[in-house]
């Protein structure tokens, strides 16, 4: 469903990918165990939650301040990569749904790597 309301960055699709990554861990973590509700479920639904985030939040800012938010977005899916070998490791998450967040954040980081090209060589 498609609101008649929406932001201009709803559009980038790094964004796109970024929400549903997120809406991806959020199936994950809530087959984890009860033990890791406050630790490792929290920690990774959080860091995958930001990257989408931080791209909102910085879309309306200077380039330069917007460049700042897509670094923070780009840290938080290097943690989320960490998050999803410590998931796989505890036997939460199969080697299959590992590689495939594997293979979403390898995505989403190179759409913020060309996003930050952009932006940077834009303002030369």
């Given amino acids: 469903m498609k609101s008649e309301y929406h932001f201009k960055f709803e559009e980038l699709t790094v964004y796109q990918r970024a929400i549903e990554f997120g809406e991806v861990v959020h199936t994950q ?53 960490a998050a999803t070998t410590k ?3 505890r036997g939460y998450i199969t080697f299959e749904e590992s590689e495939e967040n594997r293979r979403i954040l390898v995505e989403i980081n190179k759409m913020l790597a060309a996003l930050m090209k952009h932006l940077k060589n834009k303002n030369n």
């Avoid at 929290?42 to 200077?62: C, H, L, T």
């Avoid at 380039?63 to 938080?76: H, T």
């Fill in 29 to 81: 973590v809530s087959k984890f165990p009860k033990i890791e509700d406050y630790r490792l479920s929290s920690q990774f639904a959080r860091a995958a939650d930001s990257i989408a985030f931080n791209i909102a939040e910085g879309s309306g800012s200077s380039d330069a301040s917007f460049l700042n938010y897509l670094r923070i977005a780009r840290d938080s899916s290097r943690e989320s990569v």
């Fill in 87 to 89: 998931a796989f490791l």
